[in-house]
């Protein structure tokens, strides 16, 4: 039979079994990634990961689908109707009958649509949420598409030198896609209940003094500012020009003489130019927010306000684990929010749960603030809104 010889020809000496072990252990030891046929593994758990793996991809495509019915005006159809089959909802939208039953049956499966035989339909919860454009808890534009493949090769540049990208560098549909996550919820709250909480502010709104949003993106909340306050003036600035593009279109609808929009940042603002300044869900995307908190306190006369909103995060992952889309977060993060934050050398990198309230209250106390206020509203799932003095 011959002597038994390594895989390099060499002799093999005593008994296999023992040197095979050997192997076994060296490979272990120095890292030659194991097959799957040298270790144990549970196949009813492998399988597990795998479908774990597949379900993300599942969501993926799946979010195409809402794409496609937003952009086609599928689920709002379907939002005029008890149901509807697929060739009336075909119909309704000018779309072929085919691939509207397929779409049909990928949304039905995924949850989101119910199915009778062969009619299908939104529940009323549903309508609203995927069918009702202009209601405050619409999300059915939250989708825009996969994103680009510069983007991509820029996210991987990214990983390897340390310097993210600005939201700005993410194009129209992502600017499209922020103004999508919250807006209407916003708007139809902001002055009835944020506001509302400090009678002081409403009043010295009501009477009129200098305002401005930060960080104001699309501009639907300093919208709302300045329709409920005639009286008062508002400056809404944001470094993005695809945002302030979308903004100035939904201002010149609004007819308002009253808002300014503008491209801009925090070391834009000048001294002594504000009574009230307000930024939505923007000091974590920052390089350097201590310089912004500071541009803000000088910003800022005597006396007045900074309304902050961001997200109800707390410090450390195991402490946020009680968030629903928790792995949501942190993929915005690594997509947009830290991706911003560490746009420049030097950045902070807090990222979109990085702004806790300790973090805050540390930043404004450095920059001379007195208080901070807290305030958790039922409206708003996702954000803390804090009064600075």
């Known amino acids: 039979m011959g002597v038994p010889r390594s895989t390099l020809g060499y002799p093999i000496a005593g008994d296999l079994s023992v040197h095979l072990h050997s192997i076994c252990l060296f490979t272990a030891r120095y890292g030659r990634r194991m097959s799957a046929a040298e270790r144990t593994t549970d196949p009813m758990k492998l399988k597990l990961a795998q479908l774990a793996v597949y379900k993300v991809k599942e969501g993926e495509l799946l979010s195409l689908m809402l794409t496609m019915g937003h952009r086609l005006g599928l689920f709002e159809a379907l939002a005029t109707a008890d149901d509807m089959s697929p060739a009336e909802l075909a119909k309704a939208t000018g779309t072929q009958e085919r691939w509207v039953t397929e779409w049909l049956y990928s949304v039905t499966a995924g949850g989101l649509v119910k199915k009778d035989g062969e009619r299908f339909g939104l529940t009323n919860e549903m309508r609203l949420v995927l069918g009702e454009p202009e209601h405050p808890n619409f999300a059915g534009a939250i989708f825009n598409g996969p994103p680009l493949p510069e983007t991509l090769d820029r996210l991987e540049d990214s990983f390897r030198t340390g310097i993210g990208f600005g939201w700005n560098d993410h194009g129209a549909g992502v600017a499209a896609m922020q103004r999508a996550m919250g807006a209407n919820n916003k708007r139809a709250h902001l002055v009835s209940d944020v506001l509302a909480a400090k009678p002081d502010l409403i009043e010295r709104l009501e009477q009129g003094i200098r305002v401005v949003d930060v960080g104001c993106g699309a501009g639907d909340l300093a919208l709302a500012m300045a329709e409920a306050f005639p009286k008062s003036e508002f400056v809404a600035i944001d470094p993005s020009e695809h945002a302030i593009a979308i903004a100035t279109g939904l201002a010149q609808e609004a007819n308002l003489s009253n808002l300014t929009f503008r491209t801009g940042v925090f070391d834009d603002l000048e001294v002594d130019s504000a009574d009230f300044i307000t930024t939505f869900d923007v000091l974590h995307d920052l390089p350097f927010p201590e310089a912004a908190t500071a541009a803000t306190r000088s910003a800022l006369v005597d006396g007045g306000t900074w309304l902050v909103a961001d997200i109800k995060a707390e410090p450390g992952f195991d402490a946020n684990t009680k968030i629903p889309v928790l792995s949501l977060f942190y993929s915005m993060s ?56």
């Not at 749960?353 to 404004?364: A, D, F, Q, Y």
């Not at 007195?370 to 804090?386: A, I, K, M, P, S």
């Open 334 to 389: 690594v997509m947009y929010c830290m991706n911003s934050a560490l746009s420049e050398p030097g950045g902070a990198g807090l990222g979109t749960l990085g702004l806790h309230r300790e973090k805050l209250t540390e930043l404004v106390t450095e920059a001379g603030f007195e208080t901070v206020e807290q305030h958790d509203f039922d409206f708003d799932v996702n954000n803390y809104y804090y009064f600075v003095n």
